[in-house]
T-cell receptor, first 111, second 120 residues
């Protein structure tokens, strides 16, 4: 069964420190993975997708099929990065467009 | 652009009462989703519409939950009767197109602010 696991409920770092939010998935096919973010008092929104291989707000994420991981990284955390981050897997076997979300990790960047 | 609009933002009811949530997606988005988000959890899909057709409602508890999208635009999610365990945030999202099609915004969902339900 498709599953997304984010092992950390809370990640707390100091400003300027590197950040890595962990995400592991379980999926038999070719996965499409995303990171969504929810800032305080804002709606859930797409941060980045692995297909694009893009860097958004300094964040990158590399798909590692061998480790079935899609960790989100940023070399120098900023206070405005504090938010809830969700890793999501697209159930793509039947063009459903169904996203399966992990439980989320709260990133707290301290000054 | 207003984005996905949901109402009400907050609702407090007593158990066994009915409740309804409304969602208006982004104009032109043919796919609409209702997600359930329990406290401390990620969103879980309840139902997905392609235009007016419910194409995935496998996670919708049909004994008490119902949804409709009659004209393929806005949608209503109803719970009757509500139970204590239904307390959660109900998220609506929309997207243009579906996955697997070249050129579609695969996996990019636009979410509303959610409707927070408290059942007493």
């Amino acid at each position: 069964a498709q599953r997304v696991t984010q092992p950390e409920k809370l990640l707390s770092v100091f400003k300027g420190a590197p950040v890595e939010l962990k995400c592991n998935y379980s999926y038999s096919g070719s996965p499409e993975l995303f990171w969504y973010v929810q800032y305080s008092r804002q709606r859930l929104q797409l941060l980045l997708r692995h297909i694009s291989r893009e860097s958004i707000k300094g964040f990158t994420a590399d798909l590692n099929k061998g480790e079935t991981s899609f960790h989100l990284k940023k070399p120098f955390a900023q206070e405005e990065d504090s938010a809830m981050y969700y890793c999501a897997l697209l159930h793509g076997s039947s063009n459903t467009g169904k996203l399966i979300f992990g439980q989320g990790t709260t990133l707290q960047v301290k000054p | 652009e207003a984005g996905v609009v949901q109402s009400p933002r907050y609702k407090i009811i007593e158990k066994k009462q009915p409740v309804a949530f409304w969602c208006n997606p982004i104009s032109g988005h043919n796919t609409l989703y209702w997600y359930l988000q329990n406290l401390g959890q990620g969103p879980e899909l309840l139902i997905r519409y392609e235009n007016e057709e419910a194409v995935d409602d496998s996670q919708l508890p049909k004994d008490r939950f119902s949804a409709e999208r009659l004209k393929g635009v806005d949608s209503t999610l109803k719970i009757q009767p509500a139970e204590l365990g239904d307390s959660a945030v109900y998220l609506c999202a929309s997207s243009f197109g579906t996955s697997g099609r070249a050129g579609s915004n695969t996996g990019e969902l636009f979410f509303g602010e959610g409707s927070r339900l408290t059942v007493l």
